[in-house]
């Protein structure tokens, strides 16, 4: 198994959802939205697409969720046949211009990479006066964003903690959301100069936190979590001691693609 997300783990989270916040935070950050019935939503990283079908449910959206993890798609096929989801790659998104009226990267954008492609395939993708909501975790120490050394650091420790603890797919570890942490003010000018107009930034650690102390309540510390992203190759994922989650932060941000 080389993606960690179809591990039986992260089905169990809250509300199944592989992420901090949960469906709370989803349906938060749609209400600022105002989403009207039938709007046109796509999740980019929907894993099982547990947020598509509370916000059908409860909006009456029309969502589309795409995937890497045919497992997870097939997992949310199955559990409501309904839902429109399709196995895909966040980084090639094929749909037409101006096609959505709504984009959600829940915890995704930071695992897929890649993201001036991806955001610049967003910007396109999305109707003038449509909104993009991402939620995901960023480097707290450079919120400044005038502290590279610190940051590079950082990076570093994260890279060798985690690195006996991310699992392999070929010479390269499977990227988490640990390693892909935004610097926020460098995202915030990246998504600007694309054309984005940020209309809404809120820093919602205590929702890592409390992610992290429900996985502690569980499991007994988060070392289970790190655990997720071993594969069988690596067997030195007993000594993993995890990172410091001190170091992170996790941000809300609803851009819009203004009206021309
Ligand atoms: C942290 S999980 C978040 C899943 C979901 N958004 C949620 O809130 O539960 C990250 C997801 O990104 C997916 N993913 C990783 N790389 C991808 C790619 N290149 N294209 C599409 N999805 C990808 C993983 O399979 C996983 O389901």
Partial sequence: MNNPYEKEFFGKLESGVMRPGGLRLTDKLSQKCQF????????IGCGTGMALEFLEKKYGIVG????????????????????????????KLDFPTDAFDGILMECSLSVIGNKDSVLHDIYEILKPGGKFIITDIYLKTCYSGNNEAEKQDIIRASDKKTSTAGSKQGN???????????????????????????IDWKDESEELKKFAI????????????????ATCENKEIGNIKGVK???YGYFSMIAEKPEY
């Fill in 172 to 198: 390269s570890s499977y990227p988490h959301c640990l390693r892909g942490a935004f610097e926020i003010n460098e995202l915030i000018r990246t998504m600007e100069s694309l054309g984005f107009k940020i």
């Fill in 214 to 229: 429900d996985i502690i309540m569980e499991y007994g510390s988060l070392n289970y979590f790190w655990k997720q992203f």
């Fill in 64 to 91: 589309t969720g795409v995937d890497i993890s045919k497992v997870n798609i097939e997992k949310g096929k199955k559990r409501n046949p309904k839902i429109n989801l399709i196995v895909g790659d966040g980084t």
């Fill in 36 to 43: 009207s019935e039938g709007a046109s939503l796509l999740d």
């Fill in 245 to 247: 989650l001190k170091q």
